[in-house]
C-alpha cells in the first residue's frame, strides 16, 4: 500500500516560516499530480495547493497566494510546501494527497484524490 509521509510541522512566530515535504515510503510520486490541504478543528478540509506530475502547473487557493509555494523533486521522489510570513488562522494539520487516476476536474478538492498521508501539525502562535 502507499505511504504518503508528511514531514517538517511545528510552532512557528506568525510572520515566520516553514517547508513541509512529502514523499512516499514505497512508491514513486513520479507521474502523479499531488495537491496539499489542510484541516484545522472544526473546518472542514481545504484545499491550498497543487502540482502537476511533471512540475508544470501550480495552483493555489486564494487564502494562501503569494505566500505559499509548491513545488516537487521527482527525482528525490518529494514534494515540497514553502510557507512563508505564516499567520495564526494557517494553523492545521497539513495533509499531502495523491491523485492515481490522472483525472483531475477540481484540483482543490478533496474528492480528486486517492491517496493521503496523515499529516503534519502546523500551529503559528506567538
Known amino acids: 500500500h502507499s505511504q504518503l509521509v508528511e514531514s517538517g510541522g511545528g510552532l512557528v512566530q506568525p510572520g515566520g516560516s516553514l517547508t513541509l515535504s512529502c514523499t512516499d515510503r514505497?512508491?514513486?510520486?513520479?507521474?502523479?499530480?499531488i495537491a496539499w490541504f489542510r484541516q484545522a478543528p472544526g473546518k472542514e478540509r481545504e484545499g491550498i495547493a497543487y502540482?502537476?506530475?511533471?512540475?508544470?502547473?501550480?495552483f493555489y487557493a486564494d487564502s494562501v497566494k503569494a505566500r505559499f509555494t509548491i513545488s516537487r523533486n521527482n527525482n528525490k521522489n518529494m514534494v515540497y510546501l514553502q510557507m512563508n510570513d505564516l499567520k495564526p488562522e494557517d494553523t492545521a494539520v497539513y495533509f499531502c494527497?495523491?491523485?492515481?487516476?490522472?483525472?483531475?476536474?477540481?484540483?482543490?478538492?478533496?474528492?480528486?484524490?486517492?491517496?493521503w498521508g496523515l499529516g503534519t501539525q502546523v500551529t503559528v502562535s506567538s
Open positions: 502540482i502537476r506530475d511533471d512540475g508544470g502547473k501550480m
Open positions: 514505497k512508491f514513486t510520486l513520479n507521474y502523479h499530480d
Open positions: 494527497a495523491r491523485n492515481h487516476d490522472g483525472t483531475i476536474i477540481n484540483p482543490l478538492s478533496p474528492s480528486d484524490y486517492n491517496t
